[in-house]
């Protein structure tokens, strides 16, 4: 073989090798793990972060769900806090009343800018569904919906148990098949967040596991990190064998004290 030849050869090699490890990185439990200062054994996160970039469909289309119906039942003036601005009140929200099986109701606020009752109910019916599928208790614990017309990320407030969503955003995550597990992360932040975040059980938990399931949660563990192992342990403890088993293995190789914190919540 001639030399440049040679050389292109091995660039491709190293070239398949390194995409190759990079793909496996964030799955293989045995390449993932780094030695600090100390010479401690340290896990990195398994991934990103727990919805946009993972392929993991935790909570699918025909799982089951307790919504029965949606009613509109007139227009209000609301509180609609909004990361776009700083207008908190709308005039003539479009408010729609949701019930489902266990009894409970919970309203979606369709801010006034849908500009008709017809458009607002479209985005508040893609939401019904997923609302249903949410742990009762949990569904139970938040007080209503702000949807908003246009597109931003979803947050939630916690001390109120509501959380706020964009219509473009809406959009978005159900192309990519992710809505229901939007809801659900906001739903945690605004159901459990108060109770838990400051919880000695979790705190515990989180300081004795040695690793963080994704990136978002390492980087912001006091905010994020319940929400975001919340997903993967929720889906674990419901659905056993639905996640990859390689992720499961990591999780109770790598988080067994928040799982076993969440096994207490969601059993
Ligand atoms: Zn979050």
Not at 122 to 136: F, H, I, M, V
Not at 188 to 206: C, I, P, R
Not at 209 to 227: G, P, V
Not at 233 to 250: D, F, H, Q
């Amino acid at each position: 073989m001639k030399k440049t030849n040679l050389l292109v050869a091995l660039s491709i090699g190293i070239l398949l090798t390194l995409s190759c490890s990079d793909e496996n990185s964030n799955t293989n439990p045995n390449d993932n793990e780094i030695s600090d200062d100390d010479g401690n054994q340290s896990v990195n996160p398994l991934f990103v972060n727990s919805i946009v970039s993972t392929n993991i469909d935790f909570i699918r289309d025909d799982d089951s769900d307790a919504f029965m119906n949606i009613q509109f039942i007139g227009q209000e003036d609301k509180e609609m806090p909004d990361s776009r601005t700083d207008e908190l009140f709308d005039t003539g929200t479009y408010i729609f009343e949701v019930n489902f099986s266990n009894g409970e109701q919970i309203e979606i606020w369709a801010h006034s800018s849908f500009d008709s009752e017809v458009v607002a109910q479209e985005y508040a019916n893609k939401l019904t569904g997923r609302l249903g599928k949410l742990p009762d208790f949990m569904r139970n614990e938040l007080s209503h919906v702000v949807l908003h017309n246009g597109d931003a990320g979803a947050f939630a407030e916690s001390e109120s148990n509501f959380f706020v969503i964009y219509s473009i955003n809406i959009d978005l995550r159900i192309s990519n098949n992710d809505l229901e597990e939007t809801v659900f992360h906001e739903s945690v932040h605004a159901t459990l967040d108060a109770d838990y975040l400051l919880n000695s059980e979790w705190l515990q938990a989180q300081q004795t596991d040695d690793t963080f399931i994704t990136e978002y949660a390492r980087d912001n563990s006091d905010k994020e990190d319940l929400a975001e192992s919340a997903l993967f342990a929720y889906t674990m403890i419901k659905n056993p064998g639905r996640l990859p088993s390689n992720v499961e293995t990591w999780i109770t190789t790598n988080i067994p004290n928040r799982f076993a914190f969440f096994q207490t919540i969601f059993n």
